[in-house]
């Protein structure tokens, strides 16, 4: 019985460790934020986030309202680029982000491999090797970079893959917060349950 | 007071016979396992499912062009909407886990032979119910395999011989899945837990009519029955607990695990995705019908395969009691078909090329084989067993006994 309690706490203890973590790239989050509003929102929309959610990853006011120019704060991020010119230019429209770290197979480690995918082709045009005939241009220039800059850019791409994880699951450390409360309540609940049975039951002997 | 009140109303209404009946008094055997604690799981799910789906009612759009967008107002913006949500579409996933699990302990234990016939088909219709409503459920969303999900079965009508195509066109409500596909999947999604509640009912009466089967297979005499409360309330209710851990984990630290990434793309007419997925409890249903190369063979053989559990009482004619614990050769046969379903599960989830695809065929052939063989098994085994002289005398008696009644 002792052990049973002892397993379920340690269970419980490590999942809280695990929460604390979750929010340690902060700072990857807050630069992640920077690059995809200065740079993908250009094309790119991300229309389930708006200005004013910025500030709950630690984006302070003035930054917030120098991304947003004239847009109120309780505006969604539209793409800067009208769709139809989207469309002329690359014949296809760029799909929003806000769920992009949840809607393609690996997720946020796929943002990564495709913004750092892109490679010099044989006919002096960019290729991409997780996504062959990408439309969109090699926005880092990472096909061209020296190893240095090669380094800086698959940080800018890990940061804008932390950034687009928050977007999609914006309550994930919420989410994992009560988790933990829950998890620890339930347990301490099922023994009791089980105590209640083991009595309950003795009449029987 | 509550005694008076109780005397009042028990003038009215039969409130405590009816408790002291189905609760207080109502005789279970004393050796239920856990294994017979899934059926109030499963009731319990589908409460879990009821409220949260109300819920999630008051602020979903059944409309095209606003209910993906709407899944995400209710992920965002409403109070506790994502926990809402993700106890929903985790709960769909629960209750199979769940009543797949108490349909396995049916089939090991035997307990759908006689007089439990009814009981186990009134189960069955439960599980088709629940199929229904959680094809429909997914479609609502309206992600990317929401959509072609709903393309692809709703597609598997046209192999109605004569009028399939219109068959086709009349459950969508037009010549694609659309707007009228999704308000009329909304409608009946919502409606169909409501039948389901009824049937629950007819369920939990034919269960009070024969009593709860039990692992030794024994008809257990009175002495050995105790009352369902306290006893298997408070067993239940542990129950409960692991299971609400192993829930609340999921719903909690990982709630896209059942959900395909594919469905956090709008749905999209225009372009299919590189794979169909049904969720996973459709899986191995779903293997079959592709293992079939015809279309209207295949649609039949997965209906079978669903249906044809409803045949068990007939299919398994062995008169001796308790399942698989006292026969060898069909609790092989159980493990054999468990396995076989795993098998056909991981096939229906991939695409199916050439060894993918043998291997479905293979596992869809053991699947029926192992039905189609139990007739002649179980006879077979029943009398080597029964000359075996290795059976407790009490299961020997009951075996005799029965064999005797169907001669006479």
């Not at chain 2, 009731?43 to 819920?55: A, D, H, N």
């Not at chain 2, 886990?97 to 006689?114: C, K, P």
């Not at chain 2, 225009?270 to 293992?291: C, G, N």
Request: proline content about 6%; hydrophobic content about 45%.
């Amino acid at each position: 019985m002792l052990k049973t309690v002892y397993w379920i706490s340690t269970l419980c203890l490590t999942l809280f460790a695990g929460t604390a973590h979750a929010s340690a790239d902060l700072p990857s989050i807050q630069r992640g934020a920077h690059i995809a509003t200065e740079v993908c929102n250009g094309c790119h929309s991300l229309k389930y986030i708006k200005y004013k959610d910025l500030l709950s990853i630690g984006l302070t006011k003035d930054e917030v309202n120098t991304l947003r120019g004239e847009k109120n704060l309780g505006d969604p991020l539209k793409a800067q680029m009208a769709v139809n010119d989207a469309l002329a230019m690359f014949n296809v429209a760029p799909p929003d982000l806000s769920l992009m770290a949840e809607a393609r197979e690996g997720g946020p480690h796929y943002i990564v491999e495709l913004l750092t995918g892109f490679a010099p082709g044989a006919d002096g045009q960019t290729t991409n090797r997780v996504f062959p005939g990408i439309k969109m241009p090699d926005i880092f220039g990472i096909a061209q970079a020296d190893p240095a800059a090669r380094k800086e850019i698959e940080q800018k791409a890990k940061d804008v893959a932390a950034f687009l994880e928050w977007t999609a699951d914006p309550q994930a450390d919420a989410r994992k917060r009560m988790g933990a409360g829950v998890l620890i309540y339930v347990a301490v609940l099922t023994v009791l349950f089980y105590l209640l049975k083991k009595k309950i039951w003795r009449r029987l002997k | 007071m509550s005694k008076k009140i109780v005397a009042w109303i028990d003038q009215r209404f039969p409130l405590s016979a009816f408790v002291k009946h189905e609760l207080t008094d109502y005789p279970t055997p004393r050796n239920l396992s856990y294994w017979w604690g899934f059926g109030f799981l499963a009731g319990f799910v589908l409460v879990i499912q009821l409220v949260t789906g109300v819920f999630l009612a008051m602020h979903y759009k059944a409309d095209s062009n606003l209910a993906f967008d709407s899944i995400q107002h209710i992920m965002r913006e409403v109070n506790y909407g994502w926990l809402i949500r993700y106890l929903h579409s985790t709960g769909a996933s629960a209750f199979f886990i769940v009543i797949y699990t108490h349909m396995a302990r049916t089939l090991y234990y035997g307990s759908y032979r006689r007089p439990r016939e009814l009981l186990w088909w009134t189960g069955q219709l439960l599980l088709l119910l629940m199929m229904a409503t959680a094809f429909m459920g997914y479609l609502l969303p309206w992600g990317q395999m929401s959509y072609w999900g709903a393309t692809v079965i709703t597609n598997l009508f046209s192999a109605t011989p004569g009028f399939g195509e219109d068959i086709v066109v009349w459950l969508r409500g037009g010549f694609a899945v659309d707007d009228p596909t999704l308000t009329r999947f909304f409608s009946m999604h919502y409606l169909f837990p409501f039948i389901i509640s009824g049937a629950v009912i007819i369920h939990l009466v034919a269960l009070h009519t024969v009593r709860s089967s039990n692992p030794s297979g024994l008809n257990l005499a009175d002495k050995d029955n105790i009352p369902f409360h306290p006893y298997y309330t408070t067993k239940d209710l542990f129950g409960l607990g692991i299971f609400l851990l192993g829930y609340f984990a999921i719903v909690f630290f990982k709630p896209d695990l059942f959900i395909d990434p594919a469905n956090n793309v709008p749905a999209n007419p225009m372009q299919t995705p590189a794979d169909i997925v049904p969720e996973w409890y459709f899986l191995p249903f779903y293997a079959i019908l592709r293992s079939v190369p015809d279309l209207a063979g295949g649609v039949v053989a997965m209906l079978v395969s669903v249906l044809i559990f409803a045949a068990m009482p007939y299919l398994d004619r062995s008169r001796i009691t308790g399942g698989a614990r006292y026969r060898p050769i069909y609790r092989t046969l159980f493990y054999v078909f468990v396995i076989d379903i795993f098998v056909l599960g991981y096939v229906g989830a991939h695409p199916p090329a050439n060894l993918m695809k043998l291997t479905g065929q293979i596992a869809t052939s053991i699947y029926f084989l192992t039905f189609l063989l139990l007739p002649f098994v179980s006879r077979w085994e029943e009398s080597r067993l029964l000359q075996s002289g290795k059976l407790p005398a009490d299961v020997v008696g009951m075996a005799r006994k029965e064999i005797e009644e169907s001669h006479a």
